[in-house]
C-alpha cells in the first residue's frame, strides 16, 4: 500500500508517493536504512524547513505580492529587541491601512545582519486590493529608512524564496550577538497553514505510476525538473515526488 499526499495551491500542485507502513510492495526488498549523522540530521531539518515555509507562501500570497527589504539609515546600529519594536509598530500603522482599504495584511518576514553587521529586514507582503498604491503604503509606514521593492514573480521563484527566508546564519555571521535570534522567521496569525491531502493505493496502481511516468492534472504541467524517485537511505523505502505548474496563472482577485 502506498500513500500519495497532495498540496493543492492556487497556482500548482505538489505530490509526494511513499510506502505506507513498515514495508514496500509485494516483491520490493527493502533497502537497509542507515542511522542518519547529526550532519544530515541537520540537513533534512533545514530541507523540512524549506518545504514548510515554500508551501507557505503558495497557499497565501500571488506572484504580484512583493518581497520587500526594509533598511535603516546608514550607520544606524540597532539590537535585536529594538528591531522587533520598530516591527511591530510598522505592523501595526501598515494593518491600519489595510483595514481602511477593506482588505487584511499577511506577512512573512526575517531579521537578517547585513555584512557589515547592521541589521535590516526581509519581509513578503501581500498587495493591496489598490495594488498600484502597496509600495507607497509601505513607505510612509516605515519610518525608520528605505525601503527596496521587489515583486514575487521576479525572486526566483517560491522555492528560491523559502531557501532564502530559511538559509542558515553565514558562518562569517555566527559570532555576532544577535546571530542565533535571527534564525527565526515570523508570520502573520492569519495565514494558511497547509495540510495534504492524503489518498491510499494498491501496488499495481503505484507500478504503473512508476512506470509510465506521472501524468498531470487537467489546466497544469508537470515541471520536468521536480521529477524525483528513489530510495530514502535512512528508512530504506521507496518514494515519488513531483510539482505541477498552472498553465493560466490565476491573480489574486
Known amino acids: ?5 497532495r498540496w493543492i495551491f492556487s497556482n500548482s500542485i505538489e505530490t509526494e ?15 537497509k536504512r542507515k542511522k542518519a549523522t547529526p550532519e544530515q540530521m541537520a540537513k ?37 529587541e529594538q528591531v522587533m519594536k520598530d ?12 483595514k481602511k482599504l477593506e482588505d487584511v495584511l499577511k506577512y512573512i518576514y526575517r531579521i537578517e545582519i547585513g555584512k557589515r553587521g547592521g541589521i535590516h529586514v526581509h519581509i513578503l507582503l501581500n498587495r493591496t486590493k489598490c495594488s498600484k498604491g502597496t509600495d507607497t503604503l509601505i513607505a ?11 515583486p514575487l514573480r521576479e525572486t526566483g521563484g517560491y522555492k528560491d524564496l523559502a531557501e532564502y527566508i530559511a538559509k542558515p546564519v553565514p558562518e562569517e555571521q555566527q ?9 527565526l522567521y515570523h508570520t502573520s496569525r492569519n495565514l494558511i497553514r497547509p ?32 521529477v524525483v524517485s528513489g ?23
Open 231 to 253: 530510495i530514502n537511505k535512512y528508512t530504506g523505502m521507496s518514494y515519488l515526488r513531483y510539482t505541477e505548474q498552472r498553465i493560466k496563472e490565476v491573480k489574486r482577485k
Open 44 to 80: 533534512q531539518n533545514q530541507i523540512n524547513k524549506e518545504n514548510r515555509i515554500r508551501r507557505l507562501i503558495k497557499a497565501n500570497f500571488y506572484p504580484s505580492d512583493l518581497w520587500v527589504t526594509l533598511k535603516y539609515q546608514k550607520g544606524t546600529r540597532k539590537p535585536y
Open 87 to 98: 516591527m511591530a509598530l510598522f505592523l501595526q500603522r501598515l494593518r491600519y491601512r489595510y
Open 140 to 150: 510612509e509606514c516605515w519610518t525608520f529608512g528605505f525601503v527596496h521593492f521587489t
Open 195 to 226: 495540510k495534504p491531502e492524503r489518498k491510499a493505493f494498491f501496488r499495481w496502481t503505484m507500478r504503473r505510476i512508476l512506470e509510465d511516468g506521472p501524468k498531470p492534472t487537467p489546466g497544469f504541467y508537470i515541471v520536468k525538473e521536480s
Open 17 to 31: 508517493y511513499k510506502f505506507a507502513g513498515k514495508y514496500g510492495a509485494k516483491g520490493e526488498k527493502r533497502a
Open 1 to 5: 500500500m502506498y500513500n500519495r499526499d
Open 175 to 183: 559570532d555576532h550577538e544577535d546571530a542565533e535570534k535571527t534564525k
